[in-house]
């Protein structure tokens, strides 16, 4: 059977799976889902001895069907090479009751890495196959690890140009300071007055804009997104889903079959639902553990079958995680409905309008392979200083709200399966978060002191990527009104 993609709110918009990649959006807005999940069609005692590349194009070949061998190999081999600093790539550590699956060891020390290292050569390829005419726009909203994982992964590669929207205030000073110092000619980064939302609802204006986009193509352009709505970004996170659970079925840790839970720190929905994907490819994944921190929009769903966007915005020390409307949840929405356009279209125009809807009790008991919870930012400090003290190991805030949550799991349900918490970030990345959490004795040292002794108590060495950050200098100072997006791209394309 064939496999195609079509957008969730009109199942008659069909394309390839490397058209749906150029196109990152639907033309209705809706989001490109593939027409069925294609199983694992290699077993576990073959995928246990497979190195991480081996099983990105075991797993990545059953969704991007038009891409030859060659082509999809080419473009995995320039993605997962020495820009991360294991040849595991994504490492599992043991620590306390759980396994964390390091997600950070690539170029910007985020796993954002994980998708954004390929999606350029992915991309390019596309274009390729397409005879797609234009320069490759990317544009794209971040709350944080994404703008600067999408500039390092573009920068510099012929056909494309990246322009970046971050919140102002809204992210911390090592992702700001990193993604400003961002090098290559094709790069530009724009700091807005707004929160995430206010940046990604302006990106997905400006990418329904016709009369933008028709002036975009005379001046030789054409847009695409970066954001985690883009298939081929969703498809590279299902591979280390299935890595992780080969590798502790290789150690003896899984037998075949039994299942293994999954906990992932969840913000727009890409990651989790990629797990999602990886078990509805036959993997024996348990519980998918939906973890929030304080903007606990996906915890209350969970628990209601209501998903309310009226709700104070947070900022919280995973600010990765501050986002009230989780994109990607769509295309969960979408399958539960029954793969239902019309009623997909309903729910998304509510959410658009009234900022709210509420799922079907029918639909909601679809829901049953997943359990949703957050952690208070006092939950999140306590367990970074809880972990730290208990098993000498460290992690980023974004992975504490998940283990926090992972405890209050095993506690409310005493399941003791073999559990998987997704580690997003470095904690070098969120130094004073988690050496406050620590101790608020560090408080008192900067940036770069903070990260010297992080460095110090946890006996690890500070990543290539911080230590660069303490001699670059800044090249992007842009900062508009997010009612000024759509002029600040037209100036930065020279279009008139
Ligand atoms: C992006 C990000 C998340 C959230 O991932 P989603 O796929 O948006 O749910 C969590 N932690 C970190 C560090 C991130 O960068």
Redesign the pocket.
């Known amino acids: 059977m064939e496999l195609f993609y079509s957008s969730t709110r009109d199942k008659a918009e069909k394309v390839t799976a490397s058209q749906a990649i150029l196109q990152g959006l639907a033309q209705d807005g809706g989001l490109y889902v593939p027409s069925y999940i294609p199983a694992l069609s290699v077993d576990m005692d073959v995928l246990k001895d497979m190195s991480y590349q081996e099983t990105a194009y075991e797993v990545m070949s059953r969704f991007l069907t038009d891409f030859s061998e060659k082509e999809l190999k080419d473009c995995i081999a320039a993605a997962y090479d020495e820009k991360f600093d294991t040849k595991a790539i994504a490492p599992l550590k043991k620590a306390g009751e759980a396994y964390y699956l390091e997600l950070f060891h690539g170029a910007t020390i985020?796993?954002?890495d994980m998708a954004l290292s390929i999606l350029p050569h992915l991309m390019t390829t596309a274009a390729k196959k397409n005879q797609a005419k234009g320069e490759i726009v990317i544009l794209t909203a971040t709350s944080?690890?994404?703008g600067k994982a999408a500039l390092a992964g573009f920068a510099d590669v012929p056909g494309t140009r990246i322009i970046v929207f971050y919140p102002k205030n809204g992210v911390s000073p090592v992702q700001e300071k990193q993604m400003v110092t961002q090098k290559g000619a094709n790069t530009y980064v724009v700091g807005i007055h707004g929160n995430f939302d206010d940046a990604q609802t302006g990106v997905k204006k400006l990418f329904g804009d016709k009369a933008l986009n028709e002036e975009l193509k005379e001046a030789g352009f054409r847009f695409s997104s970066a954001n985690?709505i883009n298939i081929g970004r969703l498809v590279p996170q299902i591979v280390y889903y299935v890595y992780a659970y080969a590798k502790l079925y290789g150690a003896g840790t899984l037998k075949k079959g039994e299942a293994m839970n999954v906990v992932v720190?969840?913000?727009?929905?890409?990651?989790?639902l990629a797990a999602y994907y990886a078990k509805e490819m036959g993997v024996p994944i348990g519980k998918l553990i939906c973890a929030s921190n304080e903007n606990k929009v996906l915890y209350d769903f969970f628990r209601t079958g209501s998903y309310d966007r009226n709700r104070e915005f947070v900022l919280t020390t995973s600010p990765?995680?501050d986002i009230l409307i989780s994109s990607n949840l769509e295309r969960l929405i979408y399958k539960i409905a029954g793969a239902d356009d019309a009623k997909d279209a309903a729910f998304m125009k509510e959410l658009s309008e009234k900022g709210v809807y509420t799922i079907s009790p029918e639909m909601k008991e679809k829901l049953t392979d997943f359990y949703g919870n957050y952690a208070s930012e006092e939950e999140t400090a306590a367990e970074i200083a809880r972990l730290y003290k208990e098993a000498d190991y460290v992690i980023d805030t974004?992975t504490a709200v998940a283990s926090a949550v992972y405890r209050k799991y095993r506690q409310e349900t005493g399941d003791e399966a073999v559990t998987v918490i997704a580690s997003?970030?470095s904690p070098y990345k969120f130094a004073r978060s988690v050496m406050d959490a620590i101790d608020k004795k560090y408080d008192v040292l900067d940036d770069f002191g903070l990260v010297d002794e992080l460095s110090r108590i946890s006996g690890t060495a500070v990543p290539k990527a911080v230590e660069e950050l303490r001699t670059a200098p800044v090249l992007h100072d842009t900062v508009v009104e997010k009612d000024e997006m759509k002029s600040i791209v037209k100036k930065i394309l020279n279009v008139k």
């Not at 720190?265 to 989790?272: C, D, R, V």
């Open positions: 985020a796993f954002k944080g690890d994404t985690s720190p969840t913000g727009n929905f890409g990651n989790i990765s995680m974004h997003t970030a």
